[in-house]
């Protein structure tokens, strides 16, 4: 009498391709590269940061408020003119994270172009 059949056996090594197929997808990477950080001002769209540098956040009297810098993988505020410096104690933040300036109205989006969206509405 046989324990097991070519089915089971098949149906076994099928289920365990799977298994570790799914786990070398998953821990390939690439969920939290950043490549785009975003800074609004007043809710409108300031600067598009793609590339590593730092860049400075003027208002419209052309005053500097906040210097952001950008290194490829987290973005953080230097030398904000805001009273209490929020955004500067913020520190480094990756992929999916804010940093809000609230008296300069500055929001700092940092993520990537491939995430997906869990839910959209209209």
Same mark, same amino acid.
């Given at each position: 009498m046989k324990m097991f059949r070519k089915a089971d056996i098949l149906f076994l090594l099928v289920l365990i391709t799977l298994?570790? /197929?799914g786990l070398l997808y998953s821990f390939r990477g690439g969920s939290d590269q950043v490549d785009i950080v975003q800074v609004r001002v007043a809710g409108e769209l300031? @600067? #598009? +940061? $793609?590339t590593p540098g730092t860049y400075e956040i003027r208002g419209k009297d052309g005053k500097v408020h906040s210097i952001v810098h950008f290194d490829g993988k987290v973005a953080w505020v #230097?030398?904000?003119? %805001?009273?209490? @410096? +929020? %955004?500067e104690k913020t520190g480094k933040v /990756?992929? /999916? /994270?804010k940093i809000i300036c609230v008296p300069n109205?500055?929001?700092?989006?940092?993520?990537? #172009? $491939?995430?997906k969206q869990d839910i959209q509405t209209w």
């Open positions: 298994t570790f /197929g300031y @600067k #598009t +940061i $793609r #230097t030398n904000s003119d %805001c009273p209490l @410096k +929020i %955004c /990756g992929g /999916g /994270g109205k500055i929001v700092i989006e940092v993520g990537n #172009t $491939r995430e």
